[in-house]
């Protein structure tokens, strides 16, 4: 989700392999997931959609706090995120771990991996998850058959390229209370999508992550929730969150607040 050249250059760390999981047969037809309009295209037929759920043969388990994959590992496969919370983060230097972006059901991981053939983040479980295993040569195979296909992974990745130069403007010219209402309307606006309330939330990421994600240090994201609960915007116990005034959250983000 975010512009990662200006974190890590080109240092690749290598880590040990994560820890054997589980895998197993794939039980639900993509035909039949609920996920269905989100991660794949519309209007392919029968025969097409048939071909694409043979690709798409396991599903993965990934405990919390256990990693997806980890930062020059190789890259085989894209994984949709089927259930639970995920965060790509990167290890600079130093040893500081950047959060780079937060991922959710109907959501794609690993495009990171396309360009060297290797992974360039880490993606790690903010929950019991589990994904769906795409194999990425064979996903190249089928797109260059099925051109909806292609024409939808094309717009995914284009999405992630928006969504990065979105990041790189928050950072770059919003205030702290500016960055957290658009990071909170970001979140809500894609529980949304997925049918979750867009008003009633749990935050699956420590308020460190967020300030890691946000350039923010902890005790200013910290400061912003309590504005916000004082402002009557937000509702905030523990990771508890409830949005009592979207519009005083977009106002923040346009600049129009008072």
């Keep these: 989700m975010r512009d990662t050249a200006g974190f890590a250059g080109n240092h690749v760390v290598m880590h040990p392999s994560p820890p054997p999981v589980r895998m197993e ?27 694409l759920e043979a690709i798409v043969a396991t599903r993965r388990a990934v405990a919390r706090g256990e990693p997806l994959f980890r930062s020059g590992d190789a890259f085989t496969s894209l994984y949709a995120v089927r259930t639970g919370f995920f965060k790509t983060c990167l ?63 094309h717009k995914i990745m284009s999405r992630e390229i928006v969504r990065d130069h979105g990041v790189m403007l928050l950072l770059g010219s ?32 420590t308020r460190e992550e967020i300030g890691s994600y946000l350039g923010l240090k902890l005790e200013t994201v910290s ?17 508890q969150i409830r949005v009592l ?4 959250l977009q106002k923040l983000v346009n600049g129009t607040a008072c």
């Design 25 to 51: 047969p794939f039980k639900v037809a993509c035909s039949s997931c609920n996920l269905r309009e989100l991660c794949l295209p519309v209007g392919m037929s029968e025969d097409q959609m048939e071909r």
């Design 91 to 153: 290890s600079s230097e130093d040893g500081r771990d950047q959060v780079t972006g937060f991922q959710m059901a109907g959501e794609l991981l690993g495009l990171d991996g396309i360009g060297t053939d290797r992974h360039t983040c880490d993606a790690l479980a903010l929950e019991d998850s589990s994904v769906c295993v795409i194999p990425y040569h064979q996903l190249e195979d089928l797109s260059r058959e099925l051109s909806d296909l292609q024409r939808h992974f």
């Design 223 to 239: 400061r912003a929730f309590s504005k916000f609960q004082e402002d009557g915007v937000l509702e905030v116990k523990q990771r």
């Design 174 to 205: 919003m205030r702290a209370e500016e960055r957290l209402a658009a990071f909170m309307l970001n979140l809500t606006q894609r529980l949304r999508t997925r049918g979750f309330s867009a008003s009633s939330l749990v935050l699956r990421m």
């Design 245 to 248: 005034d979207a519009d005083a």
